[in-house]
């Protein structure tokens, strides 16, 4: 038996780290993880059984209407770079107060949303902005929003984001480095033109976006098939229809039917990306992800057994689940071998 004394708080890095030693798959990005192994953006869906209201969700959605790649969603890369910036004009009480680190020459999505995704390389820390805009220095936005990547902390009950289902929008969002790498090892971010509201949204999503009465919530997750044959298509979309087929998407704005996005890299072949367009909505099904909400505070997936709570890098609950032969005791992480 090996004790590790860990003094103080718990710490969340060090947990995620030994957590996505226990054989769970990692996505990252940049030096960091895109949210611990165990988060239900990597959590695979493929054997969780189909949602009973699928056929209603896809009709909603358009069972005709076919998979779209098609808009580019900036991740800037930092380090080096102090969190000294403080965002003006925020419309939002439910934003993140403080200092942001964004840099001076910060891509941010084309369009009217204008979204600004930043991961701090050096602490870990994503940043999002929803209707960002930069101007000499200074840096203006409707919503913004902080993150912990080593974290499961969700945003509070009821809160928006950047993303209308008060979800992160990077661990969402395609890049090419996990295609090229022949795996894509997390759920895609999708919008749909018709999303409940009201006040109901799907763990883990936190807000609600519309005033519809039915339709699929925010947060629902979903999947292509099993069954469809992709043989047919370049290697590269085929990476990205498995990765589909195994984590599936997770709805988190409104928007044009089964809409994603990928990230800016300019090695990008756009003509392969089209290709999605042949797949249609028929062939997806709504996943029923109910057992794998350990908390309905929390996007750690699983069962609450071996739980802890820690305090993340931003001061917020997080629950984390220890792997096998690691316990806490006395205050000191044990490892038995």
């Known amino acids: 038996m090996r004790r590790i004394a860990l003094l103080g708080p718990l710490k969340a890095g060090i947990l ?24 239900i953006w990597n959590e695979a869906v493929d054997e969780l059984p189909v949602h009973p209201q699928t056929a209603a969700f896809i009709s909603k959605i358009g069972p005709a209407a076919g998979l779209r790649m098609d808009d580019t ?22 934003s993140d107060a403080g200092a942001y680190a964004i840099p001076d020459n910060a891509g941010v999505e084309k369009g009217s949303d204008a979204h600004l995704i930043v991961v701090d390389q050096d602490t870990c820390l994503l940043y999002e902005l929803f209707g960002a805009r930069l101007s000499g220095g200074k840096v203006t936005a409707s919503s913004a929003a902080k993150w912990d990547l080593n974290s499961n902390a969700l945003r509070p ?50 807000h609600y976006a519309s005033h519809n009465p039915d339709g699929p919530p925010m947060g629902q997750r979903f999947r292509l098939k099993s069954s469809v ?6 290697a590269s979309v085929q990476v990205i229809l498995k990765g589909l087929k195994r984590y599936g998407m997770m709805l988190s704005d409104n928007g044009i039917p089964w809409s994603m996005q990928h990230d800016a890299d300019p090695r990008w072949n756009l003509s392969e990306l089209t290709l999605l367009h042949q797949v249609l909505g028929g062939s997806i099904e709504a996943v029923d992800v109910s057992s794998l909400m350990s908390d309905p505070n929390s996007g750690l997936a699983g069962t609450a057994a071996g739980m802890i709570m820690t305090t993340d890098a931003l001061g917020r609950l997080n629950a984390v689940k220890l792997g096998p032969g690691l316990a806490i005791i006395n205050g000191a992480l044990v490892l038995s071998r």
């Open 229 to 234: 044959d992709i043989s047919r298509y370049p």
């Open 73 to 94: 969603m900036p991740i800037n890369l930092v380090s080096h770079t102090p969190a000294k910036i403080r965002v003006g004009g925020i419309s939002t009480p439910e």
């Open 16 to 39: 995620c780290a030994l957590a996505a030693g226990a054989g769970y798959p990692q996505a990252t990005i940049g030096n960091c993880p895109s949210f611990p192994a165990s988060n």
């Open 157 to 206: 009950e009821g809160w928006t984001s950047a993303d209308a289902a008060g979800l992160p929008i990077m661990p969402g969002v395609l890049r090419y480095a996990e295609v090229a790498s022949g795996r894509v090892s997390h759920a895609l971010r999708f919008g749909a033109p018709y999303t409940r509201g009201n006040g109901v949204y799907q763990w883990p999503a936190r």
